[in-house]
């Protein structure tokens, strides 16, 4: 399992999770209502909202049953649980049969799309994919450019605009492009919007129709990056830009930071796709293929040093 | 934002609005929802948990007054609880320049929306405070920030002061400094990179700018939507750097808010200003009263008639009213009232302002569109037509249906509706303020008379209230006497 970079990052921070799980696990502890609400409160620092506030009942449903009788096997009920709710959330990018794999980004503003786009580029070229992306941010000052800059930087090529043009025609462009030029993957960046601009979710569904039009069977991939740091209005992201895109992912950006991004638990209830990338860092190569049990146990934060034994 | 919150304290306040005295048992209920509402919109758990405790110490400490009802006090012991922590104990503002220029440093994660603040608040500052702004360009870091900050400086015909990204960050900011002094600028905005509050580099970086420039005041600018981690990382830029006060962004998302409450709680700090939008001018100065009553569903009159003074001609609405009094309100007035309601911007964010009636609304959605239906059915008929709507017969009808791309059922239930707010309002005379406006926008919907997709009945309760003292200028009736 390849996780070490999160890993190192959650290290390093030494945050609040661990210090909660260290003290909540310590020896002596009883199964009281004072371990439950610090369980409950180390479990909403992570994010996970009142997805916590059941891990915590079901926790109390199982100790009435008989099924955990003490606090030591209180970490090793959570990480099932978690485990439990994320079934399936694990799958790699997928590759159209044939033609090029057309990636579209979507996302709220400042959630890391650009970046994310960068480093899925260089994660592809490394694989000897050819590549080539589509700058369909034509809204923000100055994000062509930005695209423009990592295109040059990873020597790959790129479709754009000026600002300020219709990012569907630039879609359409990219996706001609992509076809003419027999590319394996072209990634499609996307304007940032909230999702509450109804406006603007309009405008990414004739996105999508016109990728549709030269493809049928694109966008093959539709990647909502969330910023990890975003707290449970991350699952009303989900839930809103699936209604106008085919979101078929997520990349979580800014996993290096001390959030957690455990709203995606949240947003497992509303929206089931798996999690394909984890961003990790600023540098180009820091994109991670996203592993389960690598972050259920970053969550727990399962350092053998520190971690209750699973 | 913060509607959810506007939600459950509705129900902590049914819990209670029967009670004839407030005990620690009768507001159990109440604290416990509004608790879980806090945690749901992201709060931090302590926080919380201080704020709720803090509510109820006020709750239980309260002299009863027999006249005021129960219900009513808890609400406003929450109201000042609210008013209090948001107001971070401190005064609000941004920091005065003993001399200029008044220099402001902005700082913040990736992605809260430093680059868009700066350009927002120097065009702030030159309209509302006839400043002359230089916004620096200290982001080397991501790629094209800088050209960023400079579009934006070329579409708001501010100056920016930029160097190429090879240069060092403090070092930019000290000549931008010097290239303000030499310009005149009163005003300096230093836009840094975003960065982690665990990355040591970047976060010593911070404190060289700092420490060469001497900035007046520190704004760290924060996403709404942040969650948890928010605690962690305001509390270390502001272990850092001595924080002046907080810039929240993306408020026009249906974020609810909480992390910024408890930012305001770790640092002590106040937010200053709130990003409302996309657009350069979006940026509105945070009044923490005026918030707690809208978290609270209290509504925001004043922010409403404010906003209705700034956009409406009050000549024009009095002469309005006068001719809607007498039953003469043609369409052509009518268009113009339209109009003036459609510059106090969206309808949905209108209604929200509007004591009670954001809680209720929050789940309907106003299409604007509909506006822009009745205008083109308007403007498809003659000046002759909008001045004498009794002229219009079915032949005008068709031709008005067709010209405006209309079903004629639309034509028809907008005329038809129009007659009877003009009967209405002959009745009325001189009277409060009449619902006309609401029952000609929305009512019929089933019947096919109305505009589809608007929720029938249109403004709920029958118009905007203000008919007495503190009117709502513009809206017919609405006049001050």
């Given at each position: 399992?390849?996780?070490?970079k999160l890993?190192?990052a959650?290290?390093?921070?030494?945050?609040?999770?661990?210090?909660?799980?260290?003290?909540?696990?310590?020896?002596?502890?009883?199964?009281?209502?004072?371990?439950?609400?610090?369980?409950?409160?180390?479990?909403?620092?992570?994010d996970?909202?009142?997805?916590?506030?059941?891990?915590?009942?079901?926790?109390?449903?199982?100790?009435?049953?008989?099924?955990?009788?003490?606090?030591?096997?209180?970490?090793?009920?959570?990480?099932?649980?978690?485990?439990?709710?994320?079934?399936?959330?694990?799958?790699?990018l997928?590759?159209?049969?044939?033609?090029?794999?057309?990636v579209l980004i979507v996302g709220v503003n400042g959630s890391g799309k650009t970046t994310s786009i960068a480093k899925l580029a260089a994660h592809l070229?490394?694989?000897?994919?050819?590549?080539?992306l589509g700058a369909g941010d034509?809204f923000r000052a100055a994000a062509v450019e930005q695209l423009t800059r990592w295109a040059?930087r990873l020597?790959?090529?790129?479709?754009?605009?000026?600002?300020?043009?219709?990012?569907?025609?630039?879609?359409?462009?990219?996706?001609?492009?992509?076809?003419?030029?027999?590319?394996?993957?072209?990634l499609l960046d996307t304007a940032g919007r909230l999702h509450?601009?109804?406006?603007?979710?309009?405008?990414l569904?004739?996105?999508?129709?016109?990728?549709?039009?030269?493809?049928?069977?694109?966008?093959?991939e539709t990647l909502l990056v969330l910023d990890a740091t975003t707290g449970?209005n991350a699952?009303r992201q989900a839930?809103?830009f699936?209604?106008?895109a085919?979101v078929?992912g997520l990349i979580l950006a800014k996993m290096d930071g001390t959030a957690k991004g455990g709203a995606f638990?949240?947003i497992?209830?509303?929206?089931?796709v798996?999690v394909k990338f984890l961003g990790v860092g600023e540098g180009v190569e820091d994109l991670e293929p996203f592993?389960?049990?690598?972050y259920?146990?970053?969550?727990?934060?399962?350092?053998?040093?520190?971690?209750?034994?699973? | 934002?913060?509607?959810?919150?506007?939600?459950?304290?509705?129900?902590?306040?049914?819990?209670?609005?029967?009670?004839?005295?407030?005990?620690?048992?009768?507001?159990?209920?109440?604290?416990?929802?509004?608790?879980?509402?806090?945690?749901?919109?992201?709060?931090?758990?302590?926080?919380?948990?201080?704020?709720?405790?803090?509510?109820?110490?006020?709750?239980?400490?309260?002299?009863?007054?027999?006249?005021?009802?129960?219900?009513?006090?808890?609400?406003?012991?929450?109201?000042?609880?609210?008013?209090?922590?948001?107001?971070?104990?401190?005064?609000?503002?941004?920091?005065?320049?003993?001399?200029?220029?008044?220099?402001?440093?902005?700082?913040g994660l990736q992605g809260s929306g430093k680059t868009t603040t700066?350009?927002?608040?120097?065009?702030?500052?030159?309209?509302?405070?006839?400043?002359?702004?230089?916004?620096?360009?200290?982001d080397?870091q991501r790629p094209a920030a800088?050209?960023q900050?400079?579009?934006?400086?070329?579409?708001?015909?501010?100056?920016?002061?930029?160097?190429?990204?090879?240069?060092?960050?403090?070092?930019?900011?000290?000549?931008?400094?010097?290239?303000?002094?030499?310009?005149?600028?009163?005003?300096?905005?230093?836009?840094?990179a975003g960065r982690l509050h665990i990355d040591?580099?970047l976060?010593?970086?911070?404190?060289?700018?700092?420490?060469?420039?001497?900035?007046?005041?520190?704004?760290?600018v924060c996403d709404s939507m942040l969650g948890?981690d928010a605690?962690?990382s305001?509390?270390?830029?502001?272990?850092?750097?001595?924080?002046?006060?907080?810039?929240?962004t993306k408020?026009?998302g249906?974020a609810?808010?909480?992390a910024?409450?408890?930012?305001?709680?770790?640092?002590?700090?106040?937010?200053?200003?709130?990003?409302?939008?996309?657009?350069?001018?979006?940026?509105?100065?945070?009044?923490?009263?005026?918030?707690?009553?809208?978290?609270?569903?209290?509504?925001?009159?004043?922010?409403?008639?404010?906003?209705?003074?700034?956009?409406?001609?009050?000549?024009?609405?009095?002469?309005?009213?006068?001719?809607?009094?007498?039953?003469?309100?043609?369409?052509?007035?009518?268009?113009?009232?339209?109009?003036?309601?459609?510059?106090?911007?969206?309808?949905?964010?209108?209604?929200?302002?509007?004591?009670?009636?954001?809680?209720?609304?929050?789940?309907?959605?106003?299409?604007?569109?509909?506006?822009?239906?009745?205008?083109?059915?308007?403007?498809?008929?003659?000046?002759?037509?909008?001045?004498?709507?009794?002229?219009?017969?079915?032949?005008?009808?068709?031709?008005?249906?067709?010209?405006?791309?209309?079903?004629?059922?639309?034509?028809?239930?907008?005329?038809?509706?129009?007659?009877?707010?003009?009967?209405?309002?002959?009745?009325?005379?001189?009277?409060?303020?009449?619902?006309?406006?609401?029952?000609?926008?929305?009512?019929?919907?089933?019947?096919?008379?109305?505009?589809?997709?608007?929720?029938?009945?249109?403004?709920?309760?029958?118009?905007?209230?203000?008919?007495?003292?503190?009117?709502?200028?513009?809206?017919?009736?609405?006049?001050?006497?």
């Open positions: 399992m390849v996780f070490g890993l190192s959650l290290k390093k921070t030494r945050d609040v999770l661990t210090a909660g799980l260290s003290r909540l696990f310590s020896f002596g502890r009883k199964l009281d209502e004072t371990f439950l609400e610090e369980l409950e409160e180390v479990l909403y620092n992570s996970l909202g009142p997805v916590g506030t059941r891990i915590v009942e079901d926790l109390k449903e199982s100790y009435r049953k008989r099924e955990v009788k003490e606090v030591a096997e209180v970490p090793a009920f959570l990480r099932r649980r978690l485990l439990h709710r994320l079934a399936g959330s694990e799958a790699p997928v590759s159209a049969p044939q033609g090029p794999t057309v070229k490394k694989q000897g994919k050819s590549v080539l034509t040059e020597g790959i090529p790129i479709v754009k605009q000026p600002t300020g043009a219709d990012p569907a025609a630039v879609a359409f462009d990219a996706v001609a492009a992509a076809v003419a030029r027999k590319v394996d993957y072209l509450t601009q109804k406006n603007l979710m309009a405008e569904e004739k996105v999508v129709r016109v990728v549709k039009k030269q493809l049928p069977d694109a966008p093959h449970q699952i839930s809103e699936a209604q106008s085919p078929t638990f949240g497992r209830e509303v929206l089931p798996p592993a389960v049990e690598g259920v146990d970053a969550i727990l934060t399962f350092d053998k040093s520190t971690a209750p034994r699973a | 934002m913060f509607d959810s919150l506007a939600g459950a304290l509705g129900k902590a306040y049914r819990a209670i609005v029967g009670q004839k005295v407030l005990t620690e048992s009768n507001i159990e209920d109440g604290i416990r929802a509004v608790r879980q509402a806090l945690l749901e919109a992201d709060v931090n758990f302590q926080v919380a948990k201080e704020f709720v405790a803090d509510v109820k110490r006020r709750a239980l400490g309260l002299d009863v007054i027999k006249a005021v009802e129960p219900g009513q006090q808890f609400i406003k012991c929450f109201h000042d609880a609210l008013t209090d922590l948001l107001l971070g104990g401190q005064a609000q503002g941004l920091p005065v320049a003993p001399q200029a220029p008044l220099v402001l440093m902005m700082c700066c350009a927002k608040l120097a065009l702030w500052l030159r309209k509302n405070k006839k400043k002359n702004p230089l916004l620096v360009a200290a080397l800088v050209d900050l400079q579009a934006l400086g070329k579409q708001l015909n501010i100056a920016v002061y930029a160097e190429p990204t090879t240069a060092r960050p403090p070092e930019v900011c000290r000549r931008g400094l010097e290239h303000a002094r030499t310009r005149q600028h009163d005003v300096v905005i230093l836009d840094t040591e580099p976060m010593k970086e911070l404190q060289q700018i700092h420490d060469l420039c001497k900035p007046h005041g520190v704004l760290l948890q605690v962690n305001a509390k270390e830029f502001h272990a850092r750097l001595p924080l002046h006060g907080l810039v929240l408020v026009d249906d609810r808010g909480g910024a409450l408890s930012i305001v709680k770790v640092t002590g700090r106040p937010i200053l200003f709130a990003g409302v939008g996309e657009k350069p001018d979006d940026l509105e100065e945070f009044d923490p009263p005026r918030m707690a009553g809208r978290i609270l569903g209290m509504g925001d009159v004043v922010g409403l008639v404010e906003k209705a003074q700034s956009v409406i001609d009050e000549k024009e609405a009095e002469a309005a009213a006068r001719k809607l009094q007498k039953g003469q309100f043609n369409f052509e007035d009518f268009l113009g009232q339209l109009n003036m309601i459609r510059k106090l911007g969206p309808l949905k964010k209108v209604l929200g302002m509007i004591p009670g009636i954001g809680s209720a609304m929050k789940d309907i959605d106003f299409d604007d569109q509909h506006f822009q239906r009745i205008e083109a059915v308007i403007l498809s008929m003659t000046p002759h037509e909008r001045q004498k709507p009794d002229l219009i017969d079915l032949p005008r009808r068709r031709r008005i249906a067709a010209g405006s791309g209309n079903p004629l059922d639309v034509v028809n239930g907008l005329i038809k509706q129009f007659k009877m707010m003009q009967d209405l309002m002959k009745k009325m005379g001189r009277g409060g303020m009449p619902g006309g406006l609401g029952g000609l926008m929305g009512g019929g919907g089933k019947s096919g008379g109305g505009f589809p997709g608007m929720p029938g009945g249109g403004f709920p309760g029958g118009g905007f209230p203000g008919g007495g003292g503190r009117g709502f200028p513009g809206f017919p009736g609405g006049r001050r006497r």
